[in-house]
């Protein structure tokens, strides 16, 4: 089945700054990446996800980019802001919106004021 | 439209009981999969609900099992309850089959159930 492997499960950044979350993934067969935040006592909100057609996405001060050659995918956050501290996961899946999605560990993104 | 809304949000429950979760999704949404959350493990699917038939399972036991009625709604069962079953437990509702191949519809998580077994 499908593995997903996700860095670093702790980041810390000033705020302003940018984060960079990494995954990699095992099977080439997946072709759906989505992103989601999670923040204390709520479920995980959708906030990205990219297709395997395509190479990198970009909404606001979001943006994820995709190689599937290498099998790895990353979320790019800039301009960091408080608001912005949450776990984030990223995920992977063959055939679309779930069929048991495969979800990374998680990564603790801190923005120090 | 309503989101997804999970009850009860907290339980208690002590090792061999049995355990019922309920999941009711976004309305129009005929899709639901629960997962489970822990700190060791993370999120892990344990299955989804399509037109009442169950068309996805993840690597779990036999006790772990599930239903969805007509009007989309579901529940998640857990018998004989063991000290790692301790997680919270979250349901996706999706517009759609989600284990489509061609389906790329946006999973919405509930609130989820935090379940404590003593």
């Known amino acids: 089945g499908e593995n997903v492997e996700q860095h670093p499960s702790t980041l810390s950044v000033q705020e302003g700054d940018s984060a960079v979350i990494k995954c990699t993934y095992s099977?080439?067969?997946?072709?759906?990446f989505p992103w989601y935040k999670q923040e204390l006592g709520k479920g995980p909100q959708l906030i990205i996800d990219i297709r395997s057609n395509v190479g990198e996405k970009k909404d606001q001060r979001i943006a994820v980019t995709l190689n599937k050659t290498a099998k790895h995918f990353s979320l790019h956050i800039t301009e960091t802001q408080p608001e912005d501290s949450a776990v984030y996961f990223c995920?992977?899946?063959?055939?679309?919106?779930?069929?048991?999605?495969?979800f990374g560990k998680g990564t603790h993104l801190i923005i120090q004021p | 439209k309503a989101g997804v809304t999970q009850t009860p949000r907290y339980l208690i429950k002590t090792r061999g009981q049995q355990v019922t979760l309920s999941c009711s999704p976004i309305?129009?949404?005929?899709?639901v999969s629960w997962y489970q959350q822990t700190p060791g493990q993370g999120l892990q699917f344990l299955f989804e609900y399509f037109s009442e038939t169950q068309r996805n399972k993840g690597n779990f036991p036999g006790r772990f099992s599930g239903r969805q009625f007509s009007n989309s709604r579901s529940e998640m069962n857990v018998s004989t309850l063991e000290l790692g079953d301790s997680a919270l437990y979250l349901c996706a509702s999706m517009d759609g089959l989600a284990s489509s191949l061609g389906s790329y519809n946006e999973q919405f998580f509930g609130p989820g159930t935090r379940l404590t077994v003593l």
């Open positions: 995920a992977a899946s063959q055939g679309g919106g779930a069929d048991g999605l495969t």
């Open positions: 099977d080439s067969a997946s072709n759906y």
């Open positions: 309305s129009g949404h005929r899709s």
